[in-house]
């Protein structure tokens, strides 16, 4: 599932945890090439057209969007992958990497997870995540994304933005190219969205996918 390059996660997490730790304007990492260029190429082929049809259509003042995370509509090559992101492998990259004592866990029912897609106009508005699962009554953590756009262009909107704690500036701009992944931790101060609605000219949409980790409780900071 992981560019040889990267096969060796502790000393990939130990090289990149204090880069993580250190993060403006909240610990995040941003990191390229990460996975296996075919596998999210078999990926990005399976991504279901009818995502509009067979997942959740969001669209309101605050989001445009479509998502997926019934795992028996996705393909076994999804579901591979999504389930080598919930292994106890790479948790505990995520561990090391973000220094979090708390024992990480897993989300199997990928709520608010999975796969999502912006067609044009679509967008998120900045905010802050939910900070409870709603079934395991666990506290979140980490939020992944990982990017399925290829020769995406900055023109073409659906950036993700990271924005201070007094949601006053954004420090990040991030552009959902093609295996890019995106961590970061989740606060009730890791402000983030893409405000900036797509706008590809061939009507490409913007694809990616959303995994989620928690604990058995945090620090109160």
């Known amino acids: 599932m992981i560019n040889k390059k990267f096969l060796n996660l502790t000393n990939e997490a130990q090289n990149k945890k204090t880069n993580y730790l250190s993060a403006s304007p909240f ?3 941003v990191i390229d090439n990460f996975f296996d260029e075919n596998i999210l190429n078999i990926i990005l082929e399976d991504f279901p057209k ?3 049809k067979s997942g959740e259509d969001y669209n309101n003042k605050a989001e445009k969007k479509l998502t997926l ?3 028996t509509k996705l ?5 591979e992958f999504i389930n080598f992101l919930n292994s106890s492998i790479f948790i505990e990259y995520l561990q090391q ?3 979090i004592k708390e024992t990480l866990i897993p989300d199997p029912y990928l709520v608010g997870g999975g796969l999502h897609e912006l067609r044009n106009d679509g967008f998120l508005n900045i905010h802050s995540d939910f900070n409870r699962h709603p079934k395991m009554k ?8 990982i990017y399925l756009n290829k020769n995406w ?3 073409y909107g659906g950036q993700l933005q990271l924005w201070d704690k007094n949601m006053e500036k954004c420090e990040q701009n991030i552009v959902p190219i093609f295996n890019r992944m995106v961590i970061f931790s989740t606060t009730d101060t890791s402000y983030h ?4 609605k797509v706008n590809h000219p061939k009507s490409i949409s913007r694809k990616s996918i959303a995994m989620y980790y928690y604990s058995n409780g945090r620090p109160h900071s």
């Open 153 to 155: 262009k900055d023109e």
């Open 50 to 52: 009818d995502i509009d």
């Open 69 to 71: 995370n019934d795992v």
């Open 193 to 196: 969205g893409n405000p900036v």
């Open 97 to 99: 990497l973000t220094d």
């Open 27 to 29: 610990p995040h990492i």
């Open 75 to 79: 393909s076994k090559t999804t579901v």
């Open 138 to 145: 666990l506290d979140r953590r980490l939020n992944i994304l």
